[in-house]
Every structure is written in structure tokens, then in C-alpha cells.
């Protein structure tokens, strides 16, 4: 893959709104290039590639090298991003087409020293759309809108391959994936060689009361679904991984959950915030992820810890064959040697699919989302198997809201309002407190479109305001205090249930009615 | 005492007191020279407007017959008070013009706006020595090097080719960069129709008839969804907010700019294609003309003016910015 082509994608896919058009993109380029380009690809999109980090100082003093600091100030502030700006303003030179292999072998051997003047010559040769990609390459932030799942998730439909098993490997291999690309030719499957490898992890399927009456309780232990992150945590001969439940390495970000970890096996569970016997709303986890290192004031303020529902491997023995109970048992002695920072995720008592209802219904802790069904005799199994593991998640929270603004669709949305902000009353002020953008059929969406249109009293560019006087209950899964938002709460998957034109607008929902929900947090969390 | 100076910046626009006239004027005056027929300069409303006969036709159209209230067409140099003005080609629409002041023994250039990339749609810019140079400054940061609008037409028919079920739906500025487009179209050998909305209908007709073949333009409103896949959609952007928007199927939106260079403001029009195609000088373009001019002095009229002064600062210039306020940047 020339550098050239990798350019061009990178365009597309910055720019295809919709997550089929990516998946395709993606598609095209597998099928497209040879290894080890499209290995090298793909790892520059999972954030696999691991490059010598090249700093916005070093580019920008390069920049200001060959071009007026004034000017490139002034040009800085009107795109808003570095590379785009180096990328535009850098003065042309010859036009060279290197492949991606020898851009990505240079910049990971050359030594720090030497890289300026590399990294000038570069620009030097490559026409503007190379180097925007050139520099979003050597920085290591691509931002096109493609996450590393989706990346995978791409090749594994290109593939033919199951995504679960792709997930259960990636953290064996290594770019340019040429074993990869080769079992997607037909060659075997390569082996997970790597310490401590993720195994894919076992997944529910929905179900609520109607359907559950077909089957016998007695056949179904039940416990608490929690609201934290689901995790895998292995260790095997000293190492020690934390795994989120699609394979990703999250274990730098939770050192004291590592150093919790004295065990010798795969265990399956949530990773919460715990202070004491209490567990925090998901919010504050929130506030862990996503972060390379974590502050000592952050892991004394929001300590994690995990609670447990199964058991994969222990001691060198893989149980996955063996039945639920089974496992539960083992997993039960398990936890009794651990720190009280993991524990078990406690079983529900239960004897009629009503008790279990009446549970559900009245949770202990906000933090519950809902109970989980696991057949008492079912082995652990890869991926989403609908049968042996049920999620019946508590309803969601409803409240009335007002529409407040409306923001234009892409693709087949193109030309329809179909981004909804709404907000509540707090005394006689609406304030916003959230945006919705799914969750109404084909007819409530043009309706919707026709009353923005009809009820405009503002413009901001692609936003209008419109008449506070259409009521829409709104559908969300929980709330999370917020430093961020005007209202002090965040929604979690709020999309629009129904519209209420029987509803007059004054009687909406109050915040009051929203900060009840919330939990009782100890202390605000700050969003940073 | 010392004479006025030829032309002054006065709240409705450039005014040149030797000849008592204004150039471009954003309100009713007594008497206009207008450069072209882009809504922000040329108004409707004045007592006189002296202009191509292109930009009369083109006011004409836009805001009927009683635009004004009498009306000359720029030919041969004219003496108007003191002074004598003329009119050449500035490259940036059909009719558009640079108007020359010349008086005093001095002559100025108002270049209104003005593009160097050819096109079949209009004259191209004549560089015509001055004293005093006087330019816009839309696209006035070393950032905008507008690509050659053939490669832009060729990312855009491999999307068709690539998208035959959706329709492609083109924002372009209805005087001007729509013709521009689908001029480049036609000489990129697309054959096939190609759609438009409404409001581009009478100004096609009006290139087609001062002999600037667009080819096969059809009206974009008859015919069934089905009908425009894989076909090519030329409207003004303003429709894409329009229930217009919803009878194309599943439309790739493209938008024809200058600014489509710069990738936040593509995505913040929601734009999936983004075509870079200008009818204003970019940067190279720019202050190679003012090199090629060599004026004493540069007047900077609208757009980045502090980059702009920035570099004949550099390159020891002279030159100042007149803040005119009305004109818009690249328009929509």
C-alpha cells in the first residue's frame, strides 16, 4: 500500500459518516493491498503500531523552519489541528509515492536524534494529502472515526472470521498480522503465543418475563447485573493482564486492581469503583477509563476492585467444558483466599419466575442494572449464544421532555432533523439535559422533521432552535452526575420512546425528578 | 492643498470623489460601478449602475428589470467626472470585472473578486498594471493551495462510479460555481444529464445562451427516488437543509468550495465529500499577482486581511487594509 492509497483512505473514512461505509472502505483495502501493507494498515488503525512518538513541538519547530511563525500562527488558529495545518502549509517539493512499509520501518528505527531532519525530508517529497497522513502516522493519533474494534471487526467480516476469535488472539500477535491474514486465505489459526492471552468471553442474550415463562426457574441460578465494566482477569506464570470483554489491554489504567490479582487463573467479572462495602454509580468508574497512567490522588479518591461471576481457568485447569455450577463452586473456594476487593457476585434466591420479577423491580443499590440468568449446566462458551445466558435488564428511566433544538442527519437522514437536544424545567427555565438521535420509527421522525421546520425560532450553522411546545418522553438506561452539563446529569443511552403532542409543555418533567434518580454519590465527580 | 486621494473607503463602500461614484457599494447610492453580479456586491436599488453587460443581465435576472434606475454597459474607457474608468476581466464569474480608476496620474486597480484558474465560464483575469492594487483577501493563508479543479471532478465521477445506487448531491453557489462545476464535469467527458435545482435554472440558461455549452441540464425535480441513482445533483447549499434533500436516495453530499480544504469545516457542514473547487485566488495565486503587479500599494478589501499584511510586510510592501464591511467570504 503506497502511502498515497493509505492518504486516500484515511480521507474516506474521515469522512463516510455511516459505520457500514467504513466496514466496506476497510473491506476493499485487505482485499486490495499485499502484506505486509495492509497489516500495517490495519495496526495503524488499532493503535497497534507502536512508533517512535513524535512531538507537536519538534513539527512545529520544523514548520517554523520554512514558513513566517506569524503566518503559520494565523493558519494554526483557522484550521485548529497541527498536522492539518504542517500538512497544508508545508511548501511543495518533489512528489515521491513510498510505500507505507518503509514510512513505518523508519520511523520506528531511526534513532531520536536524526528524526528532524528525516521527518523533513519526508514533507519534502509527499504532496499535502500524504502528509496530513504521514504526520497523523509519526503523531499517532489518527482520528478518522475508527476505533480499534471496528478495525477488527472489518477484517473479520472481510475474513469470514468470528470476531470473538480474532479478539481471543490479537494480543498474541503483532503487525503487519501476517499469520492473520493468512488464516483469512485459509491457513490454520494462528496460536495465541503470548502470556496470559484474552480467551473470549461469554455474552447474553435479552429476554423479559413473557419469555422466560417457557422455562423453569429450577433450571437457572440468578444474580445481580452490575453496572461497572466487564472484565477478564488472568494470570498465568507471574503475568498479569487486564482484559476488557472485546480484548483490550485496560490493565495500566487499574494498577491496583493488578496488584489485587494473586492468583493463577482466568476469572470473568465487573471491575467497579469500591469504597468499602459500597460500590460506586458508574460514572466514577468512567472517570478511570481511557486514561494511559492513573494518579495516586485518582486511585486513593475512586478505588477499583472486581466483583466475580465465573471462572475460566484455575490453576492450569481449564473448567470451561465443565457445567455453571460446577464452576461456580471452584470459583466460590476461589475468592475465599483473595483480597476483599474481589469478591463474588452473590446468587439470588429464587423460586418462581414472580420472585425473581419483584427483585428486579426493587434493586438494593442503583448501581444494579437488572438480573442476570445463567443455565445451571451450561459450559462457558464463546460469543453471543442465545440460550444458556439471559440479561433481563431493569426498565428504563422515562421522563417527559421539551425539544429544544434540532441538528441535520447524514446519509439516508440527510435532509431530516433527526438530532434532538430536549431539556427539563428547573423553576420556569428549560435547561438541557441531554441529545437523542435514535429510538423513533421512520413516521415519528418525519414528524418530528416537519414540526422543526414549522417551529424554528433560531439558527446556529446546521442547529436550529425551535418553539418550546413539543413534549417527547424519553427513554435512558441511567444518570451520572455531571460537572459538564448545565444540569449537573448525564444520560446514559437516552433516545426518544415517543412523541407526546397531547402533552403541553409545562407539564414536563422537572430536574428535581432527575436529580432523584441519581445516586447518593459521595462528592461531585469532576469530569477534568 | 492637497487633492483627495482617488478612491476612499466611506461606510457604503469604495467612493472616488473626483468622479462622484461607487464601487460596489453594499447601499443604495446615486451612482454604482458594480464588478459583478454576487449578491453582497452587486445590490439592487441604485440610481445608476455602470457595469458588463453580463453583470446587467445577471442583476436583471436576480432582481428584475427596475434593478435600477438607468443602467450603462462598460465598453470602451469612460470619463466619468475627473477621472476615466475601465472595465477588464477578473476570471471569478461570467460578466466580472476589475474596475481601473485612473486620474491625478495615478491609476488603481479594484479587482472585486477574482480567480486565475481557467474556466470555460468566464474571461480570464488580465493583469493590468496599477499604482495602487486593490484585492480581496478571501483565501489569504499560506494553508489554502486550492488542488487542480480536475483532480477535485475526478475524485468526484470515481465516487459516482463507486456509488451507483445514491444520488450525488452537489452544494455550489448559483452564479458562478455552479457553472464552474459542471463546466469542469463537461470536460472531465461526463455526458450524461446532469440534475439542478430551481434556483440555478435561469442563470444556466443565461450561460447556455451567452454560448457556454453546459451540456444536458435537466430540472432536478421530476422523477421517482430511484430515478437519480448514480446521477450527479447540482443545488445551491442551502437546499441540503430543505426537504428538497429528502427525495434523492441515500445522497452523497458533496459541497464545492475553497473552504472544503480545511477538514473541520467539511464536517461541520456535514459534507461527505468535499470538493475543492474555487472561484477565488488561493494563496500561490494571490501574491503571485500581486508580484506580477508590483504596485506601489496593496488596499486589502475583504477576508484574512492580517496574513495578507503580514506578508508584504515580509516581502516590503506597502499596503493597508480598508475594513470594508457587507462583503462575504467565499459565498454559499
Known amino acids: 500500500m503506497s502511502l498515497t492509497a493509505f492518504a486516500t483512505l484515511l480521507e474516506r473514512l474521515a469522512f463516510t459518516p455511516q459505520r457500514l461505509g467504513k466496514e466496506r472502505l476497510l473491506a476493499a483495502a485487505f482485499a486490495g493491498q499485499p502484506d505486509p501493507e495492509r497489516g500495517l494498515m490495519l495496526a495503524a488503525l488499532t493503535g497497534d503500531l507502536k512508533l517512535r512518538q513524535v512531538t507537536p513541538s519538534l513539527l512545529r519547530g520544523l514548520t517554523e523552519a520554512r514558513v513566517d511563525p506569524v503566518l503559520f500562527a494565523a493558519s494554526y488558529d483557522f484550521v485548529g489541528d497541527l498536522a492539518e495545518t504542517i500538512a497544508l502549509i508545508w511548501p511543495e517539493g518533489t512528489r515521491s509515492d513510498p510505500p507505507l512499509s518503509e514510512v513505518v520501518h523508519e520511523l520506528s528505527t531511526t534513532p531520536k536524534a536524526r528524526l528532524p531532519a528525516l521527518i523533513a525530508a519526508r514533507l519534502d517529497s509527499l504532496g499535502p494529502s500524504e502528509r496530513y497522513a504521514y504526520l497523523k502516522l509519526a503523531t499517532g493519533a489518527l482520528r478518522v472515526g475508527v476505533s480499534a474494534r471496528l478495525a477488527r471487526s472489518a477484517f473479520a467480516g472481510w475474513a469470514g472470521l468470528p470476531l470473538t476469535e480474532i479478539e481471543e488472539i490479537w494480543h498474541a500477535l503483532s503487525p503487519p498480522y501476517t499469520e492473520l491474514f493468512a488464516w483469512a486465505a485459509g491457513a490454520s489459526r494462528p496460536e495465541a503465543a503470548a502470556r496470559a492471552p484474552f480467551r473470549p468471553v461469554m455474552l447474553s442474550t435479552p429476554t423479559d418475563l413473557d419469555q422466560l415463562s417457557a422455562l423453569d426457574p429450577a433450571d437457572f441460578a440468578a444474580e445481580w447485573k452490575w453496572d461497572g465494566i466487564r472484565v477478564q482477569a488472568v494470570v498465568e506464570a507471574g503475568t498479569r493482564r487486564l482484559y476488557s470483554r472485546t480484548g483490550e489491554d485496560i490493565g495500566a489504567a487499574f494498577p491496583d486492581v493488578l496488584a489485587l490479582m494473586d492468583f493463577e487463573g482466568v476469572l470473568d467479572g465487573e471491575l467497579l469503583v469500591r469504597r468499602g462495602d459500597g460500590i460506586a454509580p458508574f460514572g466514577e468508574l468512567q472517570q478511570r477509563l481511557n486514561r494511559k497512567t492513573v494518579t495516586p490522588a485518582m486511585l486513593r479518591s475512586h478505588p477499583a476492585g472486581l466483583r466475580l461471576y465465573d471462572v475460566l481457568i484455575w490453576q492450569g485447569q481449564d473448567l470451561r467444558d465443565r457445567p455453571y455450577d460446577a464452576r461456580r463452586a471452584v470459583l466460590a473456594g476461589a475468592v475465599a483466599g483473595l483480597d476483599p476487593r474481589i469478591d463474588l457476585s452473590p446468587q439470588l434466591e429464587f423460586s418462581s419466575w414472580d420472585d425473581l420479577a419483584a427483585l428486579r423491580a426493587a434493586p438494593p443499590l442503583a448501581v444494579i442494572e437488572g438480573v442476570m440468568l445463567k443455565r445451571r449446566d451450561s459450559p462457558y462458551l464463546a460469543g453471543r449464544v442465545r440460550g444458556p445466558w439471559f440479561k433481563w435488564k431493569r426498565d428504563p428511566f422515562l421522563i417527559d421532555a421539551v425539544l429544544m433544538y434540532a441538528q441535520r442527519g447524514h446519509g439516508k437522514r440527510s435532509g431530516y432533523y433527526s438530532d434532538f437536544t430536549f431539556g427539563v424545567w428547573n423553576g420556569d427555565e428549560l435547561v438541557p439535559v441531554g441529545k437523542a438521535y435514535f429510538g423513533f420509527t421512520d413516521e415519528e421522525l418525519k414528524e418530528l422533521d416537519r414540526f422543526v421546520r414549522n417551529n424554528t425560532v433560531d439558527r446556529f450553522g446546521s442547529v436550529r432552535a425551535v418553539a418550546r411546545t413539543r413534549v417527547v418522553e424519553v427513554a435512558f438506561e441511567g444518570l451520572n452526575r455531571s460537572t459538564r452539563h448545565k444540569s449537573g446529569v448525564a444520560m446514559r443511552f437516552p433516545r426518544i420512546n415517543r412523541i407526546r403532542p397531547d402533552k403541553p409543555a409545562s407539564e414536563a418533567d422537572h430536574l428535581a425528578t432527575l436529580q432523584a434518580m441519581l445516586d447518593r454519590a459521595p462528592g461531585e465527580v469532576d469530569e477534568g | ?332
Open chain 2, 1 to 332: 492643498m492637497a487633492r483627495p486621494p482617488l478612491l476612499i473607503p466611506r461606510p457604503e463602500g469604495l467612493y472616488c470623489p473626483a468622479g462622484d461614484f461607487f464601487i460596489d457599494p453594499t447601499r443604495p447610492v446615486p451612482r454604482a460601478l458594480v464588478t459583478h453580479g454576487h449578491s453582497d456586491h452587486a445590490r439592487a436599488g441604485h440610481g445608476a449602475v455602470l457595469a458588463t453587460a453580463e453583470t446587467l443581465d445577471i442583476m436583471a435576472i436576480r432582481y428584475g428589470d427596475d434593478f435600477t434606475q438607468s443602467r450603462q454597459v462598460a465598453g470602451d474607457p469612460i470619463r466619468i467626472g475627473e477621472v476615466t474608468v475601465s472595465f477588464h476581466p477578473a476570471g471569478h464569474v461570467l460578466g466580472s470585472a476589475q474596475i481601473a480608476v485612473e486620474g491625478q496620474g495615478q491609476r488603481i486597480v479594484v479587482s472585486g473578486d477574482y480567480a486565475r484558474v481557467p474556466t470555460p465560464t468566464c474571461a480570464p483575469f488580465q493583469p493590468v498594471p496599477c499604482d495602487i492594487f486593490v484585492t480581496e483577501a478571501t483565501f489569504a493563508l499560506p494553508v489554502f493551495r486550492h488542488p487542480p479543479p480536475e483532480a477535485e471532478i475526478a475524485r468526484l465521477l470515481s465516487s459516482v462510479q463507486a456509488n451507483p445506487d445514491r444520488a450525488h448531491l452537489i452544494g455550489a453557489y448559483a452564479l458562478g460555481k455552479a457553472q464552474r462545476v459542471i463546466a469542469a464535469i463537461r470536460q472531465a467527458g461526463w455526458d450524461a444529464p446532469i440534475y439542478i435545482h430551481g434556483a440555478l435554472q435561469r442563470l444556466c440558461d443565461y450561460h447556455m445562451a451567452r454560448g457556454i455549452d453546459l451540456g444536458d441540464l435537466r430540472p432536478a425535480t421530476a422523477g421517482r427516488k430511484a430515478d437519480f441513482a448514480g446521477a450527479i445533483v447540482i443545488a445551491p447549499p442551502s437546499a441540503f437543509a430543505a426537504t428538497w434533500a429528502q427525495r434523492f436516495p441515500d445522497p452523497v453530499i458533496a459541497f464545492a468550495s475553497g473552504w472544503m480544504q480545511v477538514r473541520a469545516r467539511a464536517r461541520q457542514r456535514g459534507v461527505e465529500l468535499p470538493l475543492v473547487i474555487s472561484d477565488h485566488v488561493d494563496w500561490p495565486n494571490l501574491t503571485a499577482t500581486i508580484d506580477e503587479l508590483n504596485p506601489a500599494e496593496v488596499w486589502i478589501t475583504h477576508g484574512r486581511e492580517d496574513a495578507l499584511m503580514r506578508w508584504c510586510d515580509l516581502t516590503q510592501r506597502t499596503a493597508k487594509p480598508l475594513h470594508l464591511v457587507g462583503y462575504e467570504d467565499e459565498a454559499e
